[in-house]
């Protein structure tokens, strides 16, 4: 019932669309920069797409599992052997930025 | 006789015969791509310089009646999804613009292993995000039937190779449609595997629970044919299936007397166009003719696929494509200031818009207080809709349905607008989320002559099946031996 009242919830909110804010929200969750013409061209976009999906609100799954995948595999395990990875060079042949052997970035703060 | 136009199992006869060399037959390959690609854009990379390297050995050995692999000599493309040793890998994305990939896909491996040769790497809609092809950073690939038509996609390059000739098969992958919608658009043959059949080690991901690795081919045999080097159990691939890779070649030819075909209801909607709709009705005879019993059949959570489909797609996205982050590879912004503005600005500049949008939707769906309206509920709906097919699958052994309500579409006409795009996989996004193969074969030609497929949907691991089916149906009609005037 929780988990229902969220949704209609969500709802409600959602088909007056996303805000900007929210979209800023998820840019920077996501870590994407947006322009300010973006801002708006996604909010459209993604309230429309956004109320699409939300037609799966009408489908009761109040006891139905989740799904996340069909292999029926469990706990695939394989030995503890070492064997030949990449070499330094290898593992380094595309990085953008590089100083003796490693990964060079920009500072955090 | 054109070299271009063979099949593989053509292909490899002529070898054996020494009708022609491989250096032949991966030069016509490699003329009709000089030729024609500059205006079909189907390939990003072309690969002369190895492909006839390879070719050069593929003769020696055959001279020497050597031939270790069943493939030797076959030329091929593939999806620039797949990492190709030493080869520019792209996903059709700006931020992988000059990636090398390291390593080979195991399903480049095994080709590689079997003598097939890697002419070229095809374009498709970044990551696989599209039906068009025209989302790709770098260029829009035409439909070799009409070029003011998209390909279809993502898979758009790939199938207008193998209907052009530059390659006689291409390597791709479908996560919600990307083999069978571009192999009907383009009037070949692709097939769209059970997922964990072919390892998914070294392909760039998408949606990693509904990712599959399969082909597009000229003919249904060709598939079987490539299915049995490529399947099996990887360690590098904990969701490959442990069960042994039957060879499909040996149950080809068999009889589909009785075999009970599904019509499902909900795939013939109001709204589809009519010369599809014809031509799918008239194949359902032609299979009724060969001794198949037809069922009507209901799969009642149809409707909730696409929105089901995309949510699971779109969230595994948003994890997925975390990894570009402007600092092991990719695409890097020079300037920024500080980290957090290099990932920032490199993925700003990086993607493009329809991957930004997925990224965004899906990190949406998986956010605190949207997890459980957005991304569990796709995922118990998912549960309904293999449910839906795990019933059906009681009473019928395979199901028959359009690949796409429509034929090929102009090229721009969908662009503009995201969510009809998405819509256009209707039919072929169903499957995905239940793990279940699907074969899409042509059926037919609309009157502006542009090709029209339909698809054979079975339960897990019943590529067996639908290979012989479709091969029934191979025998008996020329849908699919129809060429594309590329004059």
Known sequence: MYVYSIYRYINAKMRNGLTRKQVEHVAELAHIGLTEKEIEKFREQLSAILDFVSKLEEVDTGKTKALSQTTELKNVFRQDIIKPSFTQKQALMNAPDQYKGYFRTKKVF | ?487
């Open chain 2, 1 to 487: 006789m054109d070299l271009s136009d063979l099949t593989i199992k053509q292909a490899l006869q002529g070898l054996k015969e020494k009708k022609f060399s491989a250096r032949e037959l991966a030069l016509a390959s490699l003329e009709r791509i000089e030729r024609l690609d500059q205006d079909i854009s189907a390939f990003l990379t072309v690969c002369k310089e190895s492909a006839l390297k390879e070719a050069d050995e593929a003769d020696k050995l055959i001279a020497q009646g050597k031939t270790t692999g069943s493939l030797t000599g076959i030329p091929y493309s593939a999806k620039d999804v797949f990492s190709v040793k030493g080869v520019k890998t792209t996903a059709s994305s700006k931020i992988l613009e000059n990636y090398i990939a390291p390593y080979d896909a195991t399903s480049i491996r095994k080709l590689k292993e079997a003598g097939a040769i890697l002419i070229g790497k095809t374009n498709h809609d970044p990551f696989g995000f599209g039906s068009s092809t025209e989302n790709s950073d770098f260029k829009i690939t035409k439909n070799p039937w009409n070029k003011n038509k998209v390909p279809g996609g993502s898979s758009g390059g790939s199938a207008a190779a193998v209907a052009s000739g530059m390659g006689i098969f291409s390597l791709a992958e479908d996560t919600g449609g990307s083999i069978r919608q571009p192999a009907c658009f383009c009037g070949v043959t692709g097939i769209k595997v059970t997922y964990g059949r072919v390892s998914r080690f070294g392909v760039i991901a998408y949606g990693s629970s509904l990712d599959t690795i399969g082909v597009i081919t000229k003919t249904v045999e060709d598939a079987a044919i490539l299915l049995k080097e490529i399947g099996g159990r990887d360690e590098n691939d904990a969701t490959t299936l442990n069960e042994p890779v039957p060879d499909y070649l040996k149950t080809i030819d068999q009889s589909i007397k009785n075999l009970r075909i599904g019509i499902p209801k909900e795939y013939f909607i109001k709204g589809i166009n009519k010369e599809v709709g014809v031509s799918i009705k008239e194949a359902i005879k032609e299979f009724e003719k060969l001794g198949a019993k037809i069922e009507p059949v209901s799969l009642p959570y149809t409707k909730y696929a696409i929105p089901a489909y995309y949510l699971s797609g779109i969230s595994e996205v948003s994890a997925n494509l975390a990894r570009y982050d402007g600092i092991r590879f990719g695409y890097s912004q020079k300037d920024a200031k500080d980290l957090k503005s290099l990932y920032f600005e490199s993925r700003a500049k990086g993607f493009g818009p329809e991957v930004k949008r997925r990224i965004m939707l899906g990190t949406y769906a998986l956010s605190a207080g949207y997890y459980d309206a957005f991304y569990k509920k796709a995922q118990q709906v998912r549960s309904l809709i293999k449910q839906d097919f795990d019933k059906v699958f009681e009473k019928a052994d395979i199901l028959i349905a359009p690949v796409s309500p429509f034929p090929a579409f102009d090229i721009g006409e969908k662009a503009q607008d995201p969510l009809q795009m998405w819509l256009a996989d209707i039919f072929t996004v169903t499957i995905n989320p239940a793990g279940i193969p699907g074969l899409a074969i042509p059926c037919g030609f609309t009157s502006d002559n542009l090709p029209i497929g339909l698809q054979l949907i079975g339960p897990r691991l019943s590529e067996p099946i639908l290979f012989k089916t479709g091969h029934a149906f191979q025998k008996i009609t020329d849908w699919h031996k129809n060429k594309p005037n590329l004059k």
